[in-house]
């Protein structure tokens, strides 16, 4: 997917200004900066959910994770999955609520769910949603540490065994380098930043490769809030 030239303005306030971008295939970037940096709206073009001008090519089928779980209240656990899938597809469940953690739990209602539990069903969903591209919006931000950790696994994990196309958004550099490919840095709604993380996640938890350093140093430069 590219982005060429994309501007979005509310009224008189210009927040995405002339953002030209290539979105990796099979690759996950990260996007920082900021707050009103312009991320949530770039995410926003990226899913059609906002118009604007400027052309956004190969555009796809999207699946969105949110930092909020956003689980049906009404729906167990196993009900949330099947509300996204065909019922030719149900038969995918078991086996990805095994893989999240959530073994026979497929009957709960979310109420009766820890946070780390309704996040691991978001995941699970956002997953299993038919889509070409998934974009993720600070989805490990409320976290403790030691869930956080868990969680940033349990995407990679996934994302190995899919290849997904992953767009995500986060004031996190330290997850930025340990999930993604790329971080890219707004500033202003321009990019002013692209930096590439070598390896494939997961990546040591405990590690802080030099671009980790670069990043801190870019935002810091700035004005951002890293």
Not at 141 to 150: E, I, N, Q, R, T
Not at 170 to 175: F, I, L, P
């Amino acid at each position: 997917m590219k982005l060429l030239g994309v501007t979005k303005k509310y009224g008189d306030k210009t927040v995405l200004c002339g953002v030209s971008l290539e979105i990796g295939e099979g690759k996950i970037t990260a996007v920082l900066g900021e707050s009103g940096a312009g991320k949530t709206t770039l995410l926003n073009v990226l899913s059609g959910m906002t118009a604007y001008e400027g052309t956004v090519e190969g555009r796809t089928a999207v699946s969105y994770l949110f930092q909020d779980a956003k689980l049906l209240p009404h729906l167990t656990v196993e009900g949330n999955l099947k509300f996204v899938l065909p019922k030719s597809e149900w038969g995918k469940i078991g086996g990805m609520l095994e893989r999240v953690g959530l073994k026979g739990r497929g009957r709960d209602l979310p109420k009766t769910l820890s946070g780390g539990e309704r996040q691991r069903v978001a995941i699970a969903r956002a997953f299993l949603y038919p889509h070409g591209l998934l974009l993720m919006d600070e989805p490990f931000s409320s976290l403790d540490l030691a869930l956080k950790k868990s969680l940033i696994a349990l995407v990679a994990s996934l994302w190995r065994e899919k290849g997904e196309t992953v767009v995500f958004v986060t004031h996190d550099v330290h997850e930025a380098v340990l999930l993604a490919h790329r971080a890219v840095v707004l500033r202003g709604g321009s990019v002013v930043g692209d930096l590439p993380v070598e390896g494939d996640p997961p990546r040591d938890f405990f590690s802080h490769p030099p671009v980790e350093d670069a990043l801190v140093r870019l935002l810091m430069a700035h004005g951002g809030e890293e």
